[in-house]
């Protein structure tokens, strides 16, 4: 898509020759272009030694964070301050010519780099062996849709994909259109349901071991809340995590438990927007506050349903924290895509293997892709 | 999908008054709804209820008896103590791991928003070549999962890019370092960044751009002294989704910077802490929390940016 080049805002300039009147302009001219390529030069080479001094693994931690933390914030300014300033260096005549380039160019090289350049490396990767050198072809993704482990994950993850967004917008739903009738309290209700969505799926697998804990008789006693419940009813604890093949839907519980606040948050806007004059109007028909959901709100809201929907889609397709941080997960059974990605790519080290499997993920979100950029040209055409 | 998410409708979880402004106030609180919704929240509310509650225990009753006993006798003082929170800030590391987080998350959030709006006043006031096309590549890259970038850039870090025998990308040795991971933070965030941000600079009005112009102002001017201020609400919303996002991310900071003790940030401890079959269950509720404690802050100081953030964010890679 872009080279490199565009982080030097002069690389237009130094193209084209200016015409020649007298050697001082000339002079002038060759200056300012030396400039220009110099000040972002200088720039680069000076945040570069201050990331030097980061790698320092001696140097005190409090000191090296706040030194990360300002050269971070303070580079990034500091770099298009300077490439402005290199603009001002450049003849007038280029100077509007260039600066397009020097506006967008960060953002289409770091795109370049980090997502298109990798997007194609991957996909060349998931046919080459466990070192990504030579080319083994399809065996990867033979691979993929052999192996015992694969085929569970892909069950899977079929499941989370199918449960999660069912679960947290059925909720979610029942929930915004039952506060929606509270009056008083509705705000710190929904709230309390959003809040989760604050905090990491690590925090919130850790908070749910909580719930799940079991020990065997003699290693102490079972404090996890479904044990003591269990304990009350005069049962014997259960080793909640280990029961396969339910274990995968109290890890998805943690999933819908996050992202249930979401999904509401959203409906509730959509509810809110119906005009009350179609819901007065129903009611005094003598439409039931049930006809009135299935028959109105749900039909108008129905778009912002399939949003939300594709939305908890795409995030259950690439669920991984939740697997990796509660763990053992191919002894439990619980493994999914993206974590069996990880961990071919981490820790059994097969590149090859890694890249077929994010491929296969990546195949999965094509769809949506095209659906967006469809969407967004029908809306630039209205425009 | 992100167009879909960032109407100017789902922007506040407070919606009152719209319907008693109006004097319609439909059925209010029936019985059922009220105990409906009670339960619902009491459901949702007992996971962070035992995590808190436990947090504050000491070890010893922790091991013995479940959280909810405590709720019996709230106000028995001996029951309660702070020892939890400073051996997982001291001894367990967690002070470190919050300075790392720190660390990774202020210029990780930073960086993205400065280049994206630099980029989206581009896109929506300048005219160069290639421009919709550029455009049309940033809405395709919205969902791409970060999954497919991991391998290759992994490689860029540790040994560069050879074509012919030539760099084309330097071996800088970034693997472990905070400027690797923010790159990599930057490039997953960007996408909706730009999309983002280009909406909003997109739609003020062209009039007051155009008259800056004739006043003489150039692009860099019209840029920092007047986009930047009317951007505000856009960029703390983006920014507090940012900010969040690479604060609870797990997966970013495992694989560019790794779970030793000296570089690991919140999440990859705490995941250690759950790693070890949960015996510790009085340092890990107080760790987990330390953890949600900044996110919990914004959540409800800033309630509305965060709200509005996260439904226009709800796509990312």
Redesign the interface.
């Given at each position: 898509m872009t080279t490199g080049s565009e982080l030097q805002p002069s690389g237009e300039g130094t193209v084209e020759q200016p015409p020649v009147s007298g050697a001082p302009a000339i002079g002038v001219f060759l200056l300012r272009v030396i400039g220009a390529v110099a000040i972002p030069i200088v720039a680069f080479f000076l945040l570069w030694v201050t990331f030097d001094f980061l790698r320092d693994e001696d140097a005190n931690r409090l000191l090296v964070v706040g030194v990360a933390i300002f050269v971070g914030v303070a580079g990034v300014f500091f770099l298009y301050w300077a490439m402005n300033r290199a603009i001002e260096m450049l003849p007038e005549r280029y100077r509007e010519g260039v600066r397009p380039y020097v506006f967008v160019g960060p953002a289409l090289v770091i795109l370049s780099v980090f997502m298109v350049y990798p997007v194609i490396n991957t996909i060349l990767i998931s046919f080459k062996d466990s070192g990504g050198e030579a080319f083994v072809g399809l065996d990867n993704f033979k691979f993929v849709f052999t192996d015992q482990y694969m085929l569970r994950a892909i069950r899977n993850t079929a499941g989370w994909i199918i449960l999660v967004p069912l679960a947290a917008v059925s909720i979610g739903l029942a929930f915004a259109t039952l506060a929606d009738r509270l009056g008083r309290g509705e705000s710190i209700a929904k709230s309390l349901i959003f809040l989760p969505m604050a905090i990491s799926f690590a925090g919130a697998s850790a908070t749910w071991t909580l719930i799940y804990a079991f020990r065997p008789e003699e290693f102490g006693s079972n404090i996890g809340l479904l044990n003591g419940i269990m304990l009350g009813l005069g049962q014997n604890p259960v080793a909640w995590l280990q029961e396969k093949p339910w274990n995968n839907l109290l890890l998805m519980v943690i999933m819908v438990w996050m992202q249930t606040g979401f999904a509401m948050v959203v409906l509730s806007a959509a509810i809110k927007s119906i005009p009350d004059e179609i819901l007065e109007a129903a009611r005094i028909d003598g439409a039931s506050e049930l006809q009135v959901f299935r028959r109105i709100i749900v039909p108008t809201i129905l778009p912002t349903i399939v949003v939300v929907t594709t939305y908890m889609v795409i995030n259950a397709l690439k669920v991984f924290d939740i697997v990796f941080v509660i763990g053992s997960p191919e002894a439990n059974g619980t493994v999914v895509i993206a974590e069996r990605m990880i961990d071919w790519f981490f820790i059994s080290n097969h590149d090859g293997r890694a890249a077929a499997i994010a491929v296969v993920l990546f195949v999965a979100i094509v769809p949506v892709m095209i659906w967006n950029i469809r969407r967004f040209r029908e809306e630039e055409a209205i425009r | 999908?992100s167009?879909?998410?960032a109407?100017p409708?789902?922007?506040q979880?407070?919606?009152?008054g719209?319907?008693e402004a109006?004097g319609?106030?439909?059925?209010?609180?029936?019985w059922f709804?009220?105990i409906?919704?009670l339960v619902?929240?009491v459901i949702?509310?007992?996971?962070?209820a035992?995590?808190l509650i436990?947090s504050f225990r000491p070890e010893a009753l922790?091991?013995?008896?479940?959280?909810?006993t405590a709720l019996a006798h709230p106000f028995e003082t001996s029951q309660w103590t702070f020892e939890n929170y400073r051996l997982a800030l001291d001894t367990g590391g967690f002070a470190?791991a919050f300075?790392?987080s720190?660390?990774v998350a202020?210029?990780?959030t930073?960086?993205p928003i400065?280049?994206?709006a630099?980029?989206a006043?581009?896109?929506s006031w300048?005219?160069?070549r290639g421009?919709y096309l550029?455009f049309?590549?940033?809405?395709?890259?919205?969902?791409?999962?970060l999954?497919?970038?991991?391998?290759?850039?992994l490689?860029?870090y540790s040994q560069g890019a050879i074509v012919g025998g030539y760099y084309v990308?330097p071996d800088l040795d970034l693997n472990g370092?905070?400027?690797g991971v923010?790159?990599?933070h930057?490039?997953?965030g960007?996408?909706l960044a730009?999309y983002l941000l280009r909406n909003y600079i997109g739609s003020l009005p062209s009039s007051i751009i155009e008259s800056a112009r004739i006043d003489g102002a150039?692009?860099?001017t019209i840029?920092w002294r007047l986009i930047i201020p009317l951007s505000v609400p856009a960029l703390a919303a983006f920014a507090i989704f940012q900010f969040?996002w690479v604060?609870?991310?797990?997966?970013v900071a495992?694989?560019f910077l790794g779970g030793s003790r000296?570089t690991r940030v919140?999440?990859?401890a705490?995941?250690g802490?759950?790693?070890r079959e949960?015996e510790n269950?009085h340092l890990?509720?107080a760790?987990?929390f330390i953890?949600?404690a900044l996110?919990?802050l914004?959540?409800f100081s800033l309630?509305k940016y965060?709200?509005r953030g996260?439904?226009a964010g709800?796509?990312k890679g």
């Open positions: - | 999908m167009a879909t998410t109407p409708a789902t922007e979880i407070p919606v009152r719209a319907k109006k319609l106030e439909p059925r209010t609180g029936s709804v009220r409906a919704v619902i929240v949702w509310m007992i996971p962070t035992g995590v436990t922790v091991d013995t008896t479940g959280w909810w470190s300075l790392n720190l660390a202020i210029p990780a930073v960086i400065t280049i994206a630099f980029a006043y581009a896109f300048m005219e160069f421009r550029m049309i590549a940033v809405v395709g890259l919205l969902v791409v999962p999954q497919m970038a991991l391998i290759p850039i490689r860029l990308f370092t905070f400027l923010w790159l990599a930057t490039a997953f960007l996408p730009i150039d692009h860099f840029f969040l604060w609870n991310d797990l997966l495992y694989v000296e919140l999440t990859l705490l995941q802490l759950v790693g949960g269950w890990l509720t760790a987990a953890s949600m996110p919990l914004v959540f309630q965060f709200v996260l439904t709800a796509v």
